[in-house]
């Protein structure tokens, strides 16, 4: 049987398990999805020596940027974004991928227009990285904004120009997630437009105080469920494909 499975800590609410217990029973498949909620990067090693015909790792916070040097080569869409959330195991050597920012520029693409060519994007963590690189590739010129200091971008700083110029906005930061369903990022809501697109990266709840707040300025909204299924199976398809590890570089 082939294992696959999930890294990060904790993991009480991850998507990724649900996901493929149902892919897997479905598709009647040999293959088992586990949780490894280890507490320290270091404990990987130790995993991937005791779990037989392992093939597979999801990754998640907090290890997304910390287990890169475990791996012996990473996509360069990987190094570039300096996060994996996906490693395929081959003979016991790790190979990193970033199926993130796969995930969330086919999850965006339908929804964009012509005129839908700068972005705010609220976060600096993992996902933002991902998200940031996704845009690139889209030609989409970007902001990002923080609380923390870490953005050319604070949200005091936000003014009614800054939304009205940037038609793309992002909410990478896990403010409104499950079960603090009351918070949203601070920015002037009160100047969106029908013209703007929402889009924030939590799935629970379904609609989230910030896209109902652009709901209610009839701005277009979409939350991260479909990005998470089609990272999802873009990680499957790389655990099985031979020819994956072929697009991989060194991580020095």
């Not at 009480?12 to 479905?26: A, C, D, V």
């Not at 293959?31 to 990067?41: C, E």
């Not at 287990?67 to 190979?95: D, H, M, Q, R, W």
Request: overall charge neutral; aromatic content about 10%.
């Amino acid at each position: 049987m082939q294992e696959y499975g999930l890294i990060g800590y904790p993991l009480s609410h991850s998507f990724s398990p649900g996901y493929f217990h149902e892919k897997i029973t479905q598709e009647q498949l040999n293959a088992r999805y586990n949780s490894f909620p280890i507490a320290s990067i270091s404990a990987l090693e130790k995993l991937i020596k005791e779990t037989e015909n392992l093939k597979g790792l999801n990754v998640t916070i907090p290890y997304k940027s910390s287990v890169i040097p475990f791996l012996k080569k990473i996509s360069t869409s990987a190094k570039n974004i300096g996060a994996v959330n996906c490693i395929k195991i081959v003979n016991g050597e790790l190979y990193g991928f970033n199926t993130d920012y796969i995930g969330f520029a086919e999850s965006l693409k339908p929804l964009l227009r012509k005129d839908i060519n700068k972005a705010l994007v609220l976060g600096t963590g993992g996902s933002s990285k991902a998200v940031c690189y996704a845009l690139s590739e889209l030609g989409i010129a970007y902001q990002l904004v923080s609380a923390s200091g870490k953005a050319n971008l604070s949200y005091e700083g936000i003014e009614a120009k800054t939304i009205q110029e940037h038609l793309l906005i992002v909410n990478t930061t896990p403010l409104g997630m499950h079960p603090n369903t009351n918070e949203c990022p601070n920015i002037p809501y009160s100047f969106l437009t029908k013209e703007h697109l929402l889009f924030d990266l939590i799935y629970n709840p379904e609609e989230t105080m910030f896209l109902q707040k652009g709901k209610a300025r009839n701005a277009l909204v979409k939350n991260g469920l479909e990005m998470l299924h089609l990272q999802a199976e873009k990680s499957w398809a790389i655990w099985n494909d031979q020819e994956a590890i072929k697009d991989t570089i060194s991580t020095k």
